[in-house]
Structures are given as structure tokens and as C-alpha cells.
């Protein structure tokens, strides 16, 4: 309550006030004009001497009161005046703003850009039917020290209000709307921690220490509830689905501590949910749902703590996008880091969204082990992923993949903060989907058999990719899911037994390469004596050269090659009408 301000006079004759002092932004009312000081009672707020607030519904008339000052019947004895003010150096120790000392140590400001005139309002009807009560609320103000009695009329005389709420608990409201039309309007919210953090300072280091978690009743309850369902679910196969709409809503409620998790864990209870007829009707919950109910039940109490953190910062940022071709990404601070593949055919008529969901989780999976253990940017053109990444899909398909995402995020301790932007600003993920590779066909099975048993073991495939590798340790052209690297001629080849069925224009480089590093291996070629590489082969045109130690014709049948995903490459989509060869390489010295 404002130093000056006052509540007296009962009977309409002086309602409650808002002096000036206090206020540090007024200035003498001597220096308004005589129009300021002489303006009716009732031109700047609607006189409701005859409006009696306790005829409203309860919920129109807490919108008509959540502004004012209020005084509540039966009100705690606790008095909380000056203990902010006393404690004023722990505020100052763990940096709190400017503003919020200064509003501790010196009051609350009225934030005034402009000044209201001399105004004289009467009390309200329901003040005036409840004056017992108005007389005591006051007397226990004075007497708390919670307001002061003025001993001249002040420049501003609000109203006063009694609000009679169903159970008949009264409230006093100081009726302040005169006022408000000169205040700076300031919507301040701090809905959750989330929010509040971004209020700390980073310099402080006590926060480190702080958690926050789930009251054991709480999980308590969500457990009795799951147990609940699950003896429903043994007994009579159904259950009232008000029951599981209850335990999915105790769930999503513990989203501040738990995060997105609640969101995912419970699409499939939420499907089910919205399978019924009516809140009165009985439900079958699906297996999957029941997998949730089951997971919430073990893990509830090992998921039930999240540190307090003020560390806004990412460590990489990463853009991907998807087209009718395939898909592609990248990480920003190492660009040559790119993930791209195509599409196989059954996929190219998906939606957009499960196109562009299954784009964030090929390259996520892509680049894994690059990210491993870091907070990362993400950015896609695609709305739905945003939120499907976020809080899952009622779609099975979407929520699959939104798991898939997730547990892989937990797998590897990668924190995402997925972002939607124009598809103006993801050009050049845009560029990268929609690359079209002739050349990512390979050998089949039965080929890599024949060469395994003739050669092998051998070690690396050093040209392949995620739909055509035959060796748990393979190169690619971009990152692919599992794959070791890429551009296999940044890593040195000697003294490992490598398999290589590079792109055909790239034959002459590996064998230069395979020279180079003294490299031994089995290279799969078509045997072409026109083509450019035949003379390092076989530079006489009759005999291969000593470094070729064995060969073995291989089958042209279609069916003993695996077809890139571009159908236009010849390899795998046709059988051949020349022959293919796997050469036996020994460049070592």
C-alpha cells in the first residue's frame, strides 16, 4: 500500500486513496492546470457507487477484480513486510537486477507517464452492504502496519469494493482503474523455471548446486494410478478411460522437470484416449500403450531430477532438409562434415513431413559421433517436425521416428534444440538433398563371398554406403548412418587389407593412391581396355602389371550387383555386356 495511501469513511462519504509521495514520479499538483483540478468525479472512471460486484458469476468477477488490491476474509496472520528488505544482501549476492534492489531497499515506483487529476470517488453498493466487514479489514490493515491513515485529504480517493465469493468469503478491493489510465502498462510472466533462469546471472556459481524435482507424493500417485490401470487392464481387459486420460494428464504435468519425454510417452495413451466414445465409456489400450504405462511405472523415480542450469550456449549448429530426390545436412563450423543420401523408391512418395522427419533422423544418425555429447542448434523449413521432434505425433509412423530420434539423442547425451526457419534460409541443405549419385552402386553378397574366401579377411570398404557397405568399417562419399568417414583418400591405406569398388571415373586415382601408400587390397573393375585406367593395369595390353597378384572374373548377371538409388547407373538395374574383374592389389615394397 502507497505511504499515503488510506482506506476511511466507511459510508461513502471518503473512500481509499493514492497519495503522491511515494510514487517518484509525480510532480506538484500546483502545477496542473485549474481544468486538471476542477475535472468532474466521475470522467475518468465509470462512478459504480450503484454496481454491485457480488451479483457477478465467480468467474466474471474475478476478470472484473485481478487487477486491484485485495483484503481477504479469513486471510493468514503472516506478515511478510520488510523481510525482503532485511534479507536485502542475499539479493545482491546472487546478482540480482538493478531494478529488483532498488525496488527492495526503496519501494515499488508507480510507473506514472502522466499525471491523473485531483479525483474524489465514491465507495461502491457492496462496499456500503458490507461495512462491518470493510471497518474490520481495515482496522487489521492499521494494525499490521500494512497502511496508514492520512490526516489530509489526498490528491487521488479511489473506491473501494467487496467481492462475496459462493462459499460467502468476503474480499475488500481497492478499486484502482483511476489510476491505471496513467500507468505504463508492463506485462511481466515467469511461467516456469525455463523462464526464470534466463533472469540469473551466469557469474554465479551457487545455482551449479541447484535442482529441482517431483514431490514424492506426486509420483506416488502416478504410480497408485498406473497400478490402477494395469489391474483394470488383468481383470476385464478394458478400462475407464477418464482414468487413462488422468494418469496421461500427471504425466504431462511433470513436463519442467522431465522435458519433452512426457510428450512422446504418452502419444500412444493419448491415441487410445481418443479412440472412446465418451469420458464414461471403457477402453482397450493398445500394446504400445501399454509399454508407456509400463516404461512411466520403472522410470518415473530415475527420471525424477533436473539440474538447475543458466548455460544458454550451443556447441554446434546443424541445417537439414529433404526433397523428392533424397536428403541432405551439414554442421555449420566444419562444413566439409556434410550427410546426404537419396531415397529408395517406396520412399519418394511420402509426405513432406515424413520425408523431412526421416531426413532429421538419417542425418542425426549421420553425423552421431560427431555430436556426441554436445547441446546442438537444429534447423529445418518444416513446421511439423518442430513440434512432432518436441511433443511426438498421433500418427504411428511420426512417433516411431520422433522415438527413434529420441533415443538416440539419449544414447549419445546430444541435447537438441530444434528450430523452424524459412525454406528461404536452408538453401544450401536444400542444394545438398537434392544430389542425385549414378555411381553409389556396389557388389552383391555372394560376390563379396567369393572375394572374401579368395582374399580375405578383409578389413575396410573404402568406397561405399549406408545401403550398399559389406564391412562394419566403411568409407562413404558423404556421412552416412554408421559409416567411419568420409573421402577415404584423406586416410592412409597402408597395412590394412581394404575392399575397394570405387565410382568407375575414379579408378586411375585409387590406384595411384593404392601406390602411394604402399596399400594392398581387392579392387572391383570392368574390364575395359579403352578406358583411361587400363594401361596402369595392364600397360602392355596383354599382361597386368606385378602388382596385379591374382585375378578372378566375376558373373555380369544384374542380380550379383547392388543398383545405386539413381535407376539411370547401369550397375544392378540391367545385366551387363561386358566383363567385370576383381583384381588382387599388392603395392607394398
Known sequence: MPRNSTLENLNGDHASTVGRTNTGELTDPSKTTRQQHHTKETSFVKDEYNFDISSLDNEYAQNFTHDYYEYEQDGTDIIVKGRLKE?????????????IIDTIRDGYKIPFYSIPPSTYLHNNLSALKNSDFVHTAIQDLLQRGLIVQCDNRPFVVNPLTVSVQSNLKKRLILDLRAVNKH?????????????????????????KKWFYKIPDNRINKMIHSIDDIISCLTGRKSVYVKKVASVVGQIISTYL??????????????????????????????????????????????????????????????????????????????????????????????????????????????????????????????????????????????????????????????????????????????????????????????????IESLWGPHEVDWFASDHNFKLLVFYSRFWNENSSGIDAFTVDWYGVNGLFVPPVFLIPRVINYMRQCNAVGTLIVPCWPSASYWPMLCPNGADFTDQVTAYVELPSGKEFYTPGKSKKAIFGNTDLTFKMLALRLDFRE
Open 87 to 99: 534479507n536485502i544482501q542475499f539479493w545482491i549476492n546472487i546478482g540480482a537486477y538493478d531494478y
Open 257 to 450: 522437470v522431465i522435458g519433452n519425454l512426457v510428450y512422446l510417452m504418452t502419444k500412444h495413451l493419448t491415441i487410445d484416449v481418443n479412440t472412446s466414445a465418451s469420458w464414461y465409456s471403457y477402453i482397450k489400450l493398445s500394446e504400445s500403450s501399454i509399454e508407456q504405462l509400463q516404461f512411466w511405472k520403472l522410470n518415473i523415480s530415475e527420471v525424477n531430477v533436473k539440474h538447475f542450469s543458466v548455460d544458454e550456449s550451443c556447441h554446434s549448429i546443424i541445417y537439414s532438409d529433404a526433397s523428392d530426390t533424397g536428403f541432405g545436412g551439414y554442421i555449420v563450423e566444419t562444413p566439409q562434415n556434410i550427410a546426404h543420401g537419396m531415397w529408395v523408391e517406396s520412399e519418394r512418395s511420402n509426405s513432406s513431413t515424413l520425408k523431412e522427419l526421416s531426413a532429421l533422423k538419417k542425418v542425426l544418425l549421420s553425423l552421431i559421433n560427431i555430436i556426441s555429447g554436445k547441446k546442438v542448434k537444429w534447423f529445418t523449413d518444416n513446421q511439423n517436425v518442430v513440434s512432432i521432434v518436441s511433443k511426438g505425433s498421433t500418427k504411428t509412423i511420426l512417433q516411431n521416428l520422433a522415438l527413434d530420434i529420441f533415443s538416440a539423442c539419449l544414447k549419445y547425451n546430444v541435447n537438441i534444440d530444434i528450430v523452424w526457419i524459412p525454406r528461404t534460409q536452408n538453401e544450401k541443405a536444400d542444394f545438398l538433398s537434392r544430389i542425385v549419385d549414378h555411381d553409389d552402386w556396389g557388389i552383391s553378397y555372394y560376390i563379396f563371398q567369393l
Open 183 to 207: 500507468l505504463w502498462k508492463q506485462s511481466v510472466k515467469f511461467e516456469d523455471m525455463r523462464t526464470a533462469q534466463q533472469h540469473i546471472k551466469l557469474n554465479y556459481s551457487m545455482f
